[in-house]
């Protein structure tokens, strides 16, 4: 057996950079392959341990709550979650990276309807537990109903022990959910 035929076995596992893992033997002529594969996960995890992340008061379920805010209008476009590794995404790459809650996964907002974040700006409130992303949101459509924000629906009504009040959409449907959404 050549040295170069010499056997390593290497796991590499890395969520947060992407990375697919990777499990078995390897010839030494691989290392070069697996090394590079390592320096992903090796920065990942150096930034999802950053002392800036660990500013941020993640709640019980290691989550944050994220207001999304188009940074020309300042309309609010939606609400979602964060956690450690979606918010370090989300600054390497600088479009919007979510945690889903029901899929239980990230979710790069974006990814099936092409209705991607670049944020422009990220801030973190006084009680440092609610983040603030202000992005231009390509295609002009946030909400997953095909409008502009999720926050379409106004409370018209008169406020009084009355109850008489309802809720009515204020903004139109840019587009069919169900040509987004293939």
């Not at 944050?64 to 590794?85: C, H, K, T, Y």
């Not at 309807?113 to 006084?126: A, F, P, T």
């Amino acid at each position: 057996m050549k040295a170069d035929d010499k056997v390593v076995t290497k796991t590499v596992t890395s969520a947060a950079a992407g990375a697919k893992t990777a499990k078995g033997p390897a010839k030494a002529s691989d290392k070069a392959a697996i090394k590079s594969a390592v320096k992903p996960a090796a920065k990942a995890h150096a930034v999802i341990n950053a002392k800036w992340l660990n500013k941020v008061k993640w709640d019980e379920h290691g989550l944050v709550p994220v207001i999304a805010q188009e940074a020309g209008s300042n309309d609010v476009l939606m609400f979602a979650w964060m956690n450690r590794e979606a918010l370090a995404k989300t600054v390497e790459s600088g479009e919007a990276v979510y945690w889903s809650r029901s899929r239980k996964k990230l979710w790069h907002k974006g990814e099936e309807s092409g209705h991607v974040q670049k944020v422009q700006e990220i801030r973190l409130d006084c009680d440092e537990d609610v983040i603030l992303l202000k992005v231009t949101q390509d295609g002009g459509i946030a909400c997953h109903t095909g409008r502009h924000s999720c926050f379409f629906q106004k409370f018209e009504g008169k406020g009084d022990a009355s109850g008489e009040g309802d809720w009515i959409s204020v903004e139109p449907v840019l587009k069919d959910p169900e040509t987004i959404y293939k």
